[in-house]
């Protein structure tokens, strides 16, 4: 059947086609079954929708990318035939049994998703099906090569290859910023990918995008790395592991991130970029997504165990996490916070104290000694801000950047203690709650800063923290948050009489 093509301006994160019920009842579709498109040689399989009202019958509508991929205008005749389902289906339903899944089993899954030949339904039943019955080592290690396989993959010209990731769920873990630059300016090769904020206060693409490009091409991630040594680009636009990008969009509502699916979509994009030497920073502690030493220890076996597998030698770092590390959190706030220590601002010690750890580890991996006082000599010495600076350039930024140039949102309130006493405890989610709703990370000068951590004394009156924001009514929405939230708790020093 040959319908004419009207573009609809709605996407729905599939390739969407939308059908007349009259036309559906011709072809014997039904809602949520495929169908096969082509026009003037492109040819693309679309989940169907059906309405009776928005496309008249001899009409077909192509939703977001479906046009897209087809190339075709309004009022091009497409070719429509019926299609069946794609075969991960049935392999979806035996992990969903809690089967164990051969080697092409899983590439087939993970070619459908990157093609996105799965409906949203059948990928929320993938990643549901990960959750409930997990995967085995095998497994795990070839769902990773699976995704690896899927996208792009970078190899430099010499190495080694230096990288370190963390698992989230410490706000304010802004390491990122000082650890490429000190590996750098040693002469490593580092070229970081990381994420957009999901549901955390600001991804490190985020922090890094007030003041650099971080939408990077694979070449120019190849060519600033081994020009400069280190790159902070976004993984979003590199095309590494795309089939990793539509599963986080599937777990994302469902607040899940299965154990098997974490491990393979760290360790896919590390494996595209040819890591040879990797650190995986796993924040532990209440308010984190891994909450005891025997969870963190677990990770840690499962990472250095796949590292083995795909030929990356992994060290892992337990790090705490039951409080935001350093005192800024939000984009701007974040990178004024981390380029002031690259001019050599004392604090947060705990940024320091994280950051000289990672890279000591980093370059005892490489067989260097005393890593540790060699990156506090690189930091020190201004060797690491000139070398950022490097990159900032590199990737379109202001040659020269200080930390003056980062601009915050120009209204800010804060955040009084009602009684005198100690912070007894900081609820990381209620912080990024309140950062959030501020304008963080969309947008880049919002957040908050905290005056106050874990164990430090409080008079009454004195400021717990400080809320930034670039309009005035969502400073006044997240002040409203934070007095009903009360993030930071302060108690006296008799708990219980």
């Given at each position: ?118 409906s949203n339904i059948e990928l929320s039943a993938y ?35 230096y990288d370190h990731h ?332």
């Open positions: 059947m040959k319908l004419k093509a009207r573009y609809i301006d709605v996407d729905t994160g599939e390739v969407t086609a939308l059908l007349h019920d009259f036309d559906c009842a011709e072809l014997g579709l039904r809602e949520k079954d495929r169908v096969k498109l082509s026009f003037k040689g492109k040819v693309t399989v679309a989940i169907v929708t059906t309405s009776d009202t928005v496309v008249k019958k001899g009409e077909i509508g192509l939703l977001g990318s479906t046009q897209q991929i087809l190339e075709s205008k309004n009022g091009d005749l497409v070719e429509v035939t019926a299609s069946s389902k794609p075969e991960s289906v049935e392999f979806i339903k035996k992990k969903m049994n809690g089967q164990e899944l051969s080697t092409e089993e899983i590439a087939i899954i993970i070619a459908d998703i990157s093609s996105r030949a799965l990643v549901t099906s990960l959750y409930i019955n997990g995967m085995n080592m095998r497994e795990t290690a070839d769902l990773t090569k699976a995704m690896v396989a899927g996208g792009e993959t970078i190899s430099f010209s010499n190495g080694p290859i963390s698992i989230g769920g410490c706000p304010g873990n802004k390491i990122t910023l000082l650890v490429v630059p000190i590996m750098a300016a040693a002469g490593c090769k580092m070229p970081k990918t990381s994420s957009r904020a999901i549901s955390s206060a600001a991804g490190t693409s985020d922090i890094v995008e007030t003041f650099a490009n971080v939408a990077l091409t694979p070449t120019q991630l190849k060519e600033i790395t081994e020009r400069v040594g280190g790159v902070l680009a976004w993984g979003g636009s590199l095309n590494l592991a795309p089939a990793d990008d539509l599963i986080i969009k599937a777990e994302y509502p469902l607040g899940i991130d299965p154990h098997a699916q974490l491990l393979a979509s760290v360790m896919a994009k590390k494996k595209a970029v040819g890591a040879n030497y990797l650190v995986i920073d796993i924040p532990m502690g209440e308010g984190t997504k891994v909450k005891t030493m025997d969870e963190a220890k677990a990770y840690a076996r499962d990472f250095i165990q796949l590292g083995e597998e795909l030929d990356i030698r992994v060290e892992c770092a337990i790090t705490y996490g039951g409080q935001p590390l350093g005192r800024a959190i939000g984009p701007a706030l974040e990178s004024i916070e981390a380029l002031s220590i690259l001019e050599g601002a004392k604090g947060p010690n705990s940024v320091i104290e994280k950051t000289l750890s990672i890279c000591g580890m980093l370059f005892e991996m490489g067989g260097e000694y005393q890593g540790q006082e060699k990156a506090r000599q690189i930091l020190e010495s201004g060797k690491a801000l000139k070398k950022f600076q490097e990159i900032v350039e590199a990737q379109g930024g202001k040659p020269g950047i200080t930390s003056q140039d980062i601009k915050v949102g120009q209204y800010s309130v804060d955040v009084i203690a009602k009684q005198s006493g100690y912070v007894g405890q900081i609820m990381n989610k209620s912080l990024v709650r309140v950062a959030r709703t501020a304008g963080s990370p969309k947008d880049k000068g919002a957040g908050l800063v905290l005056n106050k951590k874990g164990g430090n004394k409080v008079d009454r009156g004195e400021t717990l923290f400080t809320i930034y924001s670039e309009h005035e009514w969502k400073l006044q929405e997240a002040l409203k948050l934070a007095i009903r939230l009360e993030p930071v708790k302060i108690q006296g020093m008799i708990l219980a009489r």
